[in-house]
Protein backbone atom coordinates (compact mmCIF):
# COMPACT_ATOMS: atom_id res chain seq x y z
CA UNK A 1 0.00 0.00 0.00
CA UNK A 2 1.55 3.32 -0.98
CA UNK A 3 0.27 6.40 0.97
CA UNK A 4 0.71 10.04 -0.99
CA UNK A 5 0.15 13.37 0.41
CA UNK A 6 -1.14 15.84 -1.81
CA UNK A 7 -3.01 19.53 -1.30
CA UNK A 8 -6.00 20.69 -3.16
CA UNK A 9 -4.00 22.43 -6.25
CA UNK A 10 -1.98 18.91 -6.61
CA UNK A 11 -4.39 16.79 -6.52
CA UNK A 12 -6.66 18.90 -8.85
CA UNK A 13 -3.79 18.82 -11.57
CA UNK A 14 -3.80 15.07 -11.39
CA UNK A 15 -7.36 14.80 -11.89
CA UNK A 16 -7.21 17.37 -14.42
CA UNK A 17 -4.85 15.09 -16.58
CA UNK A 18 -6.82 12.70 -16.56
CA UNK A 19 -4.12 10.54 -14.39
CA UNK A 20 -5.51 9.87 -11.49
CA UNK A 21 -4.07 6.58 -10.47
CA UNK A 22 -5.90 3.34 -10.15
CA UNK A 23 -7.04 1.07 -7.14
CA UNK A 24 -6.93 4.12 -4.94
CA UNK A 25 -8.39 5.48 -1.61
CA UNK A 26 -9.30 9.18 -0.78
CA UNK A 27 -9.18 11.20 2.13
CA UNK A 28 -10.11 14.23 1.73
CA UNK A 29 -10.43 17.14 3.89
CA UNK A 30 -11.99 20.56 3.54
CA UNK A 31 -12.73 23.93 5.64
CA UNK A 32 -15.78 24.64 7.45
CA UNK A 33 -14.52 28.28 8.01
CA UNK A 34 -13.63 28.98 4.57
CA UNK A 35 -16.90 27.65 3.46
CA UNK A 36 -18.03 30.39 5.68
CA UNK A 37 -16.35 33.20 3.94
CA UNK A 38 -16.68 31.31 0.25
CA UNK A 39 -20.18 30.11 0.01
CA UNK A 40 -19.35 28.39 -3.47
CA UNK A 41 -16.01 26.91 -1.36
CA UNK A 42 -16.39 22.79 -1.52
CA UNK A 43 -14.85 19.81 -1.13
CA UNK A 44 -12.59 18.45 -4.02
CA UNK A 45 -14.90 16.26 -6.36
CA UNK A 46 -13.40 12.99 -7.39
CA UNK A 47 -17.04 11.70 -8.37
CA UNK A 48 -15.52 11.55 -11.97
CA UNK A 49 -12.26 9.86 -10.56
CA UNK A 50 -12.82 7.36 -7.73
CA UNK A 51 -15.73 5.52 -5.94
CA UNK A 52 -13.68 5.32 -2.44
CA UNK A 53 -13.22 8.66 -0.82
CA UNK A 54 -13.94 9.98 2.56
CA UNK A 55 -14.63 13.28 2.68
CA UNK A 56 -14.44 15.14 6.45
CA UNK A 57 -15.23 18.89 7.09
CA UNK A 58 -12.55 19.90 9.54
CA UNK A 59 -10.82 22.65 11.25
CA UNK A 60 -7.37 22.43 11.16
CA UNK A 61 -6.93 23.30 14.93
CA UNK A 62 -3.79 22.08 17.09
CA UNK A 63 -4.33 21.00 20.84
CA UNK A 64 -3.86 24.07 22.33
CA UNK A 65 -6.95 25.47 20.19
CA UNK A 66 -9.49 23.47 20.82
CA UNK A 67 -10.97 24.52 23.98
CA UNK A 68 -11.30 28.13 22.34
CA UNK A 69 -13.09 27.18 19.08
CA UNK A 70 -15.25 24.83 21.65
CA UNK A 71 -13.96 21.29 21.50
CA UNK A 72 -12.72 19.12 23.70
CA UNK A 73 -10.18 16.02 22.25
CA UNK A 74 -12.99 13.97 22.79
CA UNK A 75 -15.16 16.10 20.49
CA UNK A 76 -13.04 17.12 18.10
CA UNK A 77 -12.98 15.11 15.02
CA UNK A 78 -15.58 12.31 15.60
CA UNK A 79 -15.05 10.37 12.59
CA UNK A 80 -11.82 9.47 13.29
CA UNK A 81 -13.20 5.72 14.04
CA UNK A 82 -15.15 5.58 11.08
CA UNK A 83 -11.93 6.84 8.95
CA UNK A 84 -10.07 3.89 10.36
CA UNK A 85 -12.46 1.03 8.96
CA UNK A 86 -12.26 2.82 6.15
CA UNK A 87 -8.53 2.67 6.03
CA UNK A 88 -8.27 -0.83 6.61
CA UNK A 89 -10.98 -1.76 3.94
CA UNK A 90 -8.71 -0.07 1.61
CA UNK A 91 -5.23 -2.02 3.07
CA UNK A 92 -7.58 -5.26 3.37
CA UNK A 93 -8.45 -5.04 -0.97
CA UNK A 94 -4.81 -3.73 -1.62
CA UNK A 95 -5.85 -0.17 -2.62
CA UNK A 96 -3.32 2.61 -2.41
CA UNK A 97 -4.45 5.51 -0.29
CA UNK A 98 -4.37 9.45 -0.83
CA UNK A 99 -4.86 11.64 1.91
CA UNK A 100 -5.39 15.25 1.10
CA UNK A 101 -6.23 18.12 2.70
CA UNK A 102 -6.05 22.27 1.60
CA UNK A 103 -2.21 23.01 1.63
CA UNK A 104 -0.70 19.04 1.89
CA UNK A 105 0.73 19.50 5.35
CA UNK A 106 -1.09 19.11 8.34
CA UNK A 107 -4.58 17.27 8.71
CA UNK A 108 -3.25 15.27 5.22
CA UNK A 109 0.30 14.57 6.42
CA UNK A 110 -1.41 13.40 10.09
CA UNK A 111 -3.16 11.25 8.70
CA UNK A 112 -0.57 9.38 6.13
CA UNK A 113 1.69 9.65 9.52
CA UNK A 114 -0.92 7.38 11.59
CA UNK A 115 -1.54 5.06 8.80
CA UNK A 116 2.22 4.50 7.68
CA UNK A 117 3.09 4.35 11.65
CA UNK A 118 0.11 1.75 12.26
CA UNK A 119 0.82 -0.53 8.85
CA UNK A 120 4.53 -0.21 8.54
CA UNK A 121 5.96 1.75 11.67
CA UNK A 122 7.13 4.40 9.28
CA UNK A 123 4.83 7.37 10.58
CA UNK A 124 8.38 9.75 11.39
CA UNK A 125 9.41 10.24 8.02
CA UNK A 126 6.24 12.40 7.64
CA UNK A 127 7.22 14.34 10.51
CA UNK A 128 10.74 14.74 9.21
CA UNK A 129 9.71 16.21 6.10
CA UNK A 130 10.10 19.97 6.32
CA UNK A 131 7.33 20.50 3.99
CA UNK A 132 4.80 18.99 6.54
CA UNK A 133 3.36 20.17 9.28
CA UNK A 134 1.28 16.94 10.56
CA UNK A 135 -1.48 17.63 12.50
CA UNK A 136 -1.01 15.78 15.90
CA UNK A 137 -4.20 15.44 16.98
CA UNK A 138 -5.41 14.14 13.64
CA UNK A 139 -2.55 11.69 13.86
CA UNK A 140 -3.32 10.35 17.42
CA UNK A 141 -6.94 10.34 16.92
CA UNK A 142 -6.75 7.92 13.95
CA UNK A 143 -3.80 6.08 14.90
CA UNK A 144 -5.73 5.24 18.23
CA UNK A 145 -8.53 4.55 16.16
CA UNK A 146 -6.27 2.06 13.80
CA UNK A 147 -5.07 0.26 16.73
CA UNK A 148 -8.37 -0.13 18.07
CA UNK A 149 -9.79 -1.12 14.62
CA UNK A 150 -6.53 -3.69 14.23
CA UNK A 151 -7.95 -5.10 17.79
CA UNK A 152 -11.19 -6.59 16.00
Not at 63 to 88: M, N, Q, R, S
Amino acid sequence: MNVLIYSRKEIQKIIDSGKFPENTAVISFYDPKIKRIDRAYSHVDYSDVCENVFYSELDDLDLDCLKEKGYTYDTYFPEADEIAEFIYNAYNNGMDIICQCEYGQSRSAGTAAAILEHFFKSGIWVFADYKRYPNQVVFHKIFDALEKCGKK
